[in-house]
């Protein structure tokens, strides 16, 4: 249990519902702009949210608390020109103290090719992260000296490395309040990877943690650093490449039911000041299942097992990872683990 216990038992005491309820492919390293969406919109067959969590305020690393009902949208009077990530309340806390749409496996998509045996979305990753995704897992390969992203083989669909990084990129100048956060499944060197980002001028916006308390969006928006990359297998040199298990710690992953569910440590340490939370459900066969994620996304089965894990680990789940992200509720819930 890491030390920001102290910040979440509040968080905590204020759920509802019953948190003992349990509603993750090795992949866990493996939207909306601030103008026009947010990251609150649910998708398809989204119930409404009627419970609330009390979320963890933060300027300049502080551990209020305050309670606040989830919406499904932006919180009633805010200008989303002044937000961080779609609201203004997150501004001023720390990049540690906020919850994060994410998407598992984001770049095998139907949309972007990728055979519906394999795929774990249905819409590619620029799509993503107009409607509202800000944390994004790639597994990147070396497939003919090129890095792809590859869904365990190429055989079955790739995408280009540098491609999905110029989405990202453009998404980036598009929206200057936006922070992205990448946790890569790490098979190609990092040379490779990093000559991608040099080839696209991106070294200039990533992120560089040296060590104790985390920057808040605000300072994160300021200094124009607003994507933290990080890594399964690699990690710096460059600075800016993290050892994911540094930094985070995860569930497990791979479930073929959701009475398998499980809050436990898996990878990492938690002392790491960040908690990726795996949600998503395989087929008898290991592999995705949309279906698995209609069942699994809703709000009331997703919402419980996030308050599940914060119970049982004193952390508050930063990467709330799923599969077919619109199929179900993850923004609500994410909107409500923030208090927004």
């Known amino acids: 249990m890491s030390s920001r216990v102290l910040l979440f038992v509040p968080v905590l005491a204020a759920c509802v519902g019953d948190p003992a ?20 919109s649910s998708g398809d067959g989204a119930t409404e949210p009627t419970t609330g969590v009390t979320a963890p305020t933060g300027t300049s690393g502080s551990t209020g608390d305050v309670a606040t009902e989830a919406t499904s949208g932006p919180t009633t009077g805010e200008d989303p020109a002044l937000g961080c990530n779609g609201h203004v309340a997150l501004c001023g806390r720390r990049y540690d103290e906020v919850a994060y749409p994410c998407t598992h496996n984001s770049y095998s998509s139907q949309d972007a090719g990728f055979t519906p045996l394999v795929a774990n979305q249905r819409r590619t990753v620029a ?3 107009e409607e509202g995704v800000r944390a994004l ?38 929206n200057p309040r936006e922070v992205v956060t990448i946790l890569y499944e790490d098979s190609a060197p ?32 300021a200094a124009d650093t607003r994507l933290v990359v990080t890594a399964e297998q690699g ?8 050892h994911l298990w540094d930094l985070a710690w995860d569930t497990p992953y791979s479930y073929m039911s959701a009475d398998e569910f499980s809050c436990a440590l898996n990878r990492g340490d938690t002392d790491n000041p960040l908690f990726l939370v795996n949600h998503w459900v395989n087929s008898v066969l290991d592999l995705p ?33 799923v ?8 923004f609500a ?8």
């Open 323 to 330: 599969d077919y992200y619109e199929r179900g509720d993850l």
């Open 235 to 242: 990690g710096p040199p460059p600075a800016w490449y993290h």
């Open 289 to 321: 299942l949309e279906m698995n994620a209609i069942a699994v996304n809703t709000y009331d089965v997703l919402h419980a097992r996030l308050v599940q894990c914060m119970q049982e680990s004193g952390d508050f789940p930063n990467f709330v990872a």
């Open 21 to 40: 309820t349990s509603a993750t492919d090795s992949d866990a390293g493996e939207g909306s702009t601030a103008s026009t969406t947010t990251s609150g």
């Open 127 to 129: 799509v993503q992260l």
């Open 190 to 221: 990092v040379a490779d990877i990093a000559a991608d980002y040099a080839a696209l001028d991106l070294e200039a916006k990533v992120f560089v943690y040296e060590g104790g308390p985390f920057p808040t969006l605000e300072e994160m928006i």
């Open 333 to 340: 819930v994410v909107d409500a683990l923030n208090g927004v």
């Open 137 to 174: 897992m790639l597994d990147v390969h070396l497939d003919e000296g090129e890095t792809a992203l590859c869904h365990g083989t190429c055989t079955y669909g790739k995408t280009p490395h540098v491609d999905v990084l110029a989405d990202i990129a453009e998404f980036l100048a598009a």
